[in-house]
């Protein structure tokens, strides 16, 4: 049974610093997926990474893929309280080529402060 | 991205009725799925939408609890059956187009039973 274990579940972080949330995934996968949701919203999609080696970028964000270490990183670089969300991982259940169903991760909930 | 409208949006229901949700995406895709996010918890997929046949569950959700239809390549709806408070919930409708590797989520459709 595939696992997704996040941490840390709870970031509470200044304006300007850098941290990173990670994500290890207990069985092989085909693709793993970084998802933003904010209060009373729904998820948006933010990455998808499908090899190993894998790195995205898109503004103050850069997400990676280790699939031999199984685990993907979720860099933030000189957070902006408009970065104040829940992030989660999530994993493509194995199933070969892609099943598409996700096995999610705890969230890790970040808090930007100024 | 993909356009993913589902209905209602929010309801508040009273205990042993049925609520269907219905999700509508702007266009043919071929994989669509259910999922469940209780108060301040992760995601968990309920079913793969099957067009033309019966949805396939995971395991802890049943048909008769969760009954889902598929009638064609972009519509599908969720029952939530028989209602109790442990079914208030966030429950999001997910597609994956068949030209993409990304799986968007609807809008969701919050869930009050009381």
């Known amino acids: 049974e595939l696992k997704v274990e996040q941490n840390p579940l709870f970031l509470s972080m200044q304006e300007g610093k850098n941290y990173t949330i990670y994500c290890n995934y207990s069985?092989?996968?085909?693709?793993l997926y970084w998802y933003r949701q904010d209060p009373g919203k729904s998820l948006e999609s933010l990455f998808v990474?499908?090899?190993?080696?894998a790195v995205k970028q898109e503004g103050r964000l850069m997400a990676s893929l280790d699939t031999k270490a199984r685990l993907s990183t979720l860099h933030i670089t000189a957070a902006v309280h408009d970065l104040s969300a829940t992030y989660f991982c999530?994993?493509?259940?194995?199933?070969?080529?892609?099943?598409?169903?996700?096995?999610f991760g705890k969230g890790t909930k970040l808090t930007v402060n100024p | 991205s993909a356009v993913i409208s589902q209905k209602p949006s929010r309801d508040i229901c009273q205990r042993g009725t049925s609520l269907t949700i219905q999700c509508q995406v702007d266009?043919?895709?071929?994989?669509m799925f259910w999922y469940r996010q209780q108060p301040g918890q992760s995601l968990t997929l309920i079913a793969t939408?099957?067009?033309?046949?019966?949805?396939?569950?995971e395991s802890g959700f049943v048909i008769d609890k969760f009954p889902i239809s598929r009638p064609n390549l972009t519509f599908s709806t969720l029952t939530v059956s028989n209602m109790s408070p442990e079914d208030s919930s966030i429950y999001l409708c997910?597609?994956?187009?068949?030209?993409?590797?990304?799986?968007?989520f609807g809008e969701g459709s919050w869930l009050t039973v009381v």
């Open positions: 997910s597609v994956l187009r068949a030209s993409g590797n990304t799986i968007y």
């Open positions: 069985t092989t996968s085909d693709r």
């Open positions: 990474l499908l090899s190993n080696g």
């Open positions: 999530a994993v493509d259940s194995p199933g070969g080529g892609g099943s598409e169903k996700l096995v």
């Open positions: 266009s043919q895709v071929t994989m």
């Open positions: 939408a099957n067009q033309g046949s019966e949805a396939t569950y």
